[in-house]
């Protein structure tokens, strides 16, 4: 079956911890995101990836880290999270442009 | 930069009413548009998308037209069920601009009640 894994679903954690939210995909999709999901301000783009190596910041990446060492994988990395990070944060995946395929969800909370 | 503003809800229906959500945007090129549901407790899935002026996208009774003299994609449904009462998002993609980034609208939450 054709999807997008994240995980964890549900993660609670205190300041300062680091932690990394894993995100693989199976179709073989060159471009992948990463999106946080706040009420009132829909979802933003975090970071993105064109292809193996290839990252870039999306409108709110300060906080996060990506890497894309492998075509199927691309983590979300928080070195030092905050409170203002609790939220919802989708991965997404799309053979470049059409078609995108969103995994589950991550609702992290930072205390 | 690119935009969606969509109406603002939450919108409340009761079965089997007509329903529909407002959707315009802002694009420096010729966007791909796209509806997006989010069913509680669960991600994003594609409803349906239109990848030029005039096309019709449409899928589970839904469908949005996209006019580009208008800048818009409304999304509509006939007669809708419990069922769909879910957040509905509007967003599009440029990628003829060379950006794949999906921009999204702030979302619309629709209850549809017995």
């Known amino acids: ?111 | 930069g690119n935009s969606v503003t969509q109406m603002e809800g939450p919108v409340t229906l009761s079965e089997e009413a007509f329903l529909t959500i407002n959707c315009t945007y802002t694009a420096t090129g010729y966007p791909s548009l796209f509806w997006y549901v989010q069913y509680p407790g669960e991600g994003l899935q594609l409803l349906l998308k239109a990848t030029k002026a005039d096309d019709k996208g449409s899928n589970k009774g839904f469908e949005a037209t996209y006019r580009k003299e208008t800048t818009s994609f409304h999304l509509e449904k006939g007669s809708v069920q419990v069922s769909d009462s879910a957040v509905y998002f509007c967003a599009l993609s440029d990628p003829g601009a060379g950006s794949y980034q999906l921009t999204f609208g702030k979302g619309t939450k629709l209850s549809v009640i017995p």
């Open chain 1, 1 to 111: 079956e054709a999807q997008v894994t994240q995980n964890p679903r549900y993660l609670i954690t205190v300041t300062g911890k680091k932690l990394t939210v894993t995100c693989s995909q199976n179709m073989n999709h060159e471009y992948m995101s990463w999106y946080r999901q706040d009420p009132g301000l829909g979802l933003r783009q975090i970071y993105y990836s064109m292809n193996v190596e290839v990252t870039d910041k999306g409108d709110v990446p300060e906080g996060y880290k990506v890497s894309r060492k492998e075509k199927r994988n691309f983590p979300l990395i928080l070195e030092s999270p905050s409170p203002n990070q609790t939220s919802l944060y989708f991965c997404a995946s799309s053979p470049l442009g059409y078609g995108y395929t969103f995994g589950s969800g991550t609702r992290l909370t930072v205390v």
